[in-house]
């Protein structure tokens, strides 16, 4: 039977040290108008959007949610917010929209 004993061989490696980064992240959302919207193109890599809808109730109570989507495009997470809204809140009417990106500084 061959010995293939390899603790002759010796592999010389140089440690590598990690440097912090003294740069923080910053994560703002900015506000996104109508036109923004409308104008907006298709991306490669899903970006953040906060959609607020406020309505109200066929009580009269108001109701305001706000939500997290990772969409290709903006519209995309309008349509999702939109329809999940009326899906939890059935006969609720929508009084207003906010549009928000997550933005990196």
């Given at each position: 039977m061959p010995n293939h004993n390899t603790s002759g061989n010796r592999v010389h490696s140089v440690p590598q040290t990690t440097v912090p980064s003294t740069?923080?992240?910053?994560?703002?959302?900015?506000?996104?108008?109508?036109?923004?919207?409308?104008r907006a193109r298709f991306t490669q890599s899903p970006e953040t959007y906060i959609i607020s809808i406020r309505g109200t109730r066929h009580d009269g109570k108001k109701?305001?949610?706000s939500?997290?989507?990772d969409e290709l495009h903006p519209l995309m997470a309008v349509g999702r917010a939109v329809v999940e809204f009326s899906d939890d809140y059935i006969g609720c009417t929508i009084d207003f929209i906010?549009?928000?990106?997550?933005v990196l500084k």
């Open positions: 740069t923080q992240t910053i994560v703002t959302y900015k506000y996104l108008g109508k036109t923004q919207l409308m109701v305001e949610v939500r997290i989507y906010n549009y928000k990106q997550k």
